[in-house]
T-cell receptor, first 112, second 114 residues
Framework: SQQGEEDPQALSIQEGENATMNCSYKTSINNLQWYRQNSGRGLVHLIL?????REKHSGRLRVTLDTSKKSSSLLITASRAADTASYFC????????????FGTGTRLQVTL | DGGITQSPKYLFRKEGQNVTLSCEQN?????MYWYRQDPGQGLRLIYYSQIVNDFQKGDIAEGYSVSREKKESFPLTVTSAQKNPTAFYLC?????????????FGEGSWLTVV
């Protein structure tokens, strides 16, 4: 079963706009990670936020985590056409050691 | 260069045949994973291995088998019992504890049943 559910499933914006994606999960977690996937390729790690953190930044990426609501958001500021990809959240549930499960993903399309 | 190598990139299987997908890593990672991805969908965990000679079923293990005889290798066999095997298969390995459970992915293998 999927641990995470991303929302929206698809998002289309223009270059320069901000893109926000949300992830909800079901169980207690050790950390939550966001990954990016270009079509037909492997996933690339973007950012990790631990369960005791509420916000984290990396370049144009901003991630928030609300453990009380079991949700996270990924904000990409000043989007570029090269940001077009699918974005997934992934969680390691508490007590599962290394078992990493992924959400359903958000397909982001950035147009010129 | 360090990384994860999956082969073959494309594979065609006749119904009733077993096929094996290769995954090799030279990152000295202990944990390795196999995920299945259907078009437009998320990743579903098939099997994972936290250490040599040990592995656990993921969420969709039926019709698949794995082995972990060496730290750097984690091959996946898609057996004839898997009734709908056409999908994109991704292998991954887990970085050090200091990196906070970050996974590194191979480039994937496309399996098509003909």
């Amino acid at each position: 079963s999927q641990q995470g559910e991303e929302d929206p499933q698809a998002l289309s914006i223009q270059e320069g706009e901000n893109a926000t994606m949300n992830c909800s999960y079901k169980t207690s977690i050790n950390n939550l990670q966001w990954y990016r996937q270009n079509s037909g390729r492997g996933l690339v790690h973007l950012i990790l936020i631990r369960s005791n953190e509420r916000e984290k930044h990396s370049g144009r990426l901003r991630v928030t985590l609300d453990t009380s609501k079991k949700s996270s958001s990924l904000l990409i500021t000043a989007s570029r056409a090269a940001d077009t990809a699918s974005y997934f959240c992934a969680t390691v549930a508490t007590g599962t050691a290394s078992k990493l499960t992924f959400g359903t993903g958000t397909r982001l399309q950035v147009t010129l | 260069d360090g990384g994860i190598t999956q082969s073959p990139k494309y594979l065609f299987r006749k119904e009733g045949q077993n096929v094996t997908l290769s995954c090799e890593q030279n990152l000295n990672h202990d944990a390795m994973y196999w995920y299945r991805q259907d078009p437009g969908q998320g990743l579903r965990l098939i099997y994972y291995s936290q250490i040599v000679n040990d592995f656990q079923k993921g969420d969709i293990a039926e019709g698949y088998s794995v082995s972990r005889e060496k730290k750097e290798s984690f091959p996946l066999t898609v057996t004839s019992a898997q009734k709908n095997p056409t999908a994109f298969y991704l292998c991954a390995s887990l970085g050090t504890r200091l990196s906070g459970n970050t996974i590194y992915f191979g480039e994937g293998s496309w399996l098509t049943v003909v």
